[in-house]
Nanobody
């Protein structure tokens, strides 16, 4: 079992930045691919981006490409989502997700992830 806890959400003005963190605990010795998803009110949960266990590969949704960056520190069992140039349409609850992928690769769909955090709210004001 892996437990995920997100932090770093909040209220920010358009054009601002936030950095979300996702701390993993439990059976973190295995190689886990990690992802960030978001869900806005009345909308489906969507992939923001993902990162392989060794950080060799990353993938971003077109809507955030060039503005958001995913990174990880495996010594701290933590994944980060740096969000720059935030827009009001980025407002959502952001979720961290994980699943074991020792052979590498990025997971792109929510049903590929078995572990989820509780979410953290990001609100971008115009």
């Amino acid at each position: 079992q892996v437990q995920l806890v997100e932090s770093g959400g909040g209220l920010v003005q358009a054009g601002g930045s936030l950095r979300l963190s996702c701390a993993a605990s439990g059976r973190t010795g295995s190689s886990y691919a990690m992802g960030w998803f978001r869900q806005a009110p009345g909308k489906d949960r969507e992939l923001v981006g993902g990162i392989s266990w060794n950080a060799v590969s990353t993938h971003y949704a077109d809507s955030v490409k060039g503005r958001f960056t995913i990174s990880r520190d495996n010594r701290k069992n933590t994944v980060y989502l740096q969000m720059n140039s935030l827009k009001p349409e980025d407002t959502a609850v952001y979720y961290c997700a994980a699943d074991r992928r020792p052979y590498g690769g990025v997971l792109l769909t929510s049903n590929e992830y078995g572990y989820w955090g509780q979410g953290t709210q990001v609100t971008v004001s115009s």
